[in-house]
């Protein structure tokens, strides 16, 4: 049986984070509160929706349901202009060389991302067309740590869940990797992703005779 392949994308394919981290702190600022690297670390693998929850309750800001959906958009037009001139000088290093020998090996690639905005990205740093199947934001309705993302990007690859791989940086992304019994590769600081399989800083300490030694097992 194949092997299929899910790669996260903010984090693991771009830095993305960064990013995410400015809009956020524009509208807390904007808001009245600060807001800091350290509590950005919550948001990763989050929805849109999940990070404003968590933002006023940082801020202890109370917000009607108009003002909720007001400030969702605001965040958006924001992040937007930031990844509006991204290109491929943004690809995390080594990401490309991981993707190529799973191309070239004609393993299945898949996105599995909590963003709606992953398409777009993946089409301006030119990477979309090593994707045989995304799945995003925009086509789940439960967020990681549920593992709904990889399951459907699994099933729509034609792959068994437990031939799945991960690649995922943040917790909540490995927790779903996990719960979707297939196999987590941490990509960041171990002590943080402890929950992975495997662990990695980033795609430069990956050889590609580690992804073979995982197709080959089993
Ligand atoms: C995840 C990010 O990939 O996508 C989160 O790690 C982000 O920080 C989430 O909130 C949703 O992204 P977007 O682009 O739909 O706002
Ligand atoms: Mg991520």
Redesign the pocket.
């Known amino acids: 049986m194949k092997k299929g392949f899910i790669f996260?994308?903010?984090?693991?394919i771009v830095d993305t984070?960064k990013y995410h981290y400015l809009a956020w702190k524009n509208l807390a600022n904007d808001l009245g509160f600060e807001f800091t690297k350290e509590q950005n670390e919550l948001f990763?693998?989050v929805s849109r929706k999940r990070c404003l929850e968590i933002l006023l309750e940082i801020g202890k800001v109370e917000a009607t349901q108009e003002q909720f959906d007001t400030w969702m958009i605001e965040k958006n037009v924001d992040y937007l202009k930031y990844i509006e001139n991204m290109d491929a000088s943004e690809i995390l290093p080594d990401v490309p060389k991981i993707l190529d020998y799973l191309k070239d090996r004609k393993h299945p690639i898949a996105l599995g991302?909590?963003s709606k905005n992953a398409q777009p990205i993946l089409e301006k740093v030119g990477l979309l067309s090593y994707f045989d199947v995304i799945v995003d934001g925009n086509n789940v309705t439960k967020a990681k740590p549920d593992p709904e993302v990889f399951l459907l990007a699994a099933k729509q690859l034609g792959v068994n869940s437990s031939d799945c791989l991960v690649f995922?940086?943040?917790v909540a992304?490995v927790q779903a990797a996990n719960s979707a019994k297939m196999i987590s590769i941490g990509i960041g600081d171990e002590k943080v992703l402890s929950e992975a399989r495997y662990n990695f800083k980033d795609f430069t300490e990956i050889d590609t005779n580690f992804i073979q030694d995982l197709i080959n097992k089993n």
Request: charged share 35%.
């Open positions: 996260d994308l903010d984090g693991v984070a990763k693998g991302s909590a995922e940086d943040a992304g």
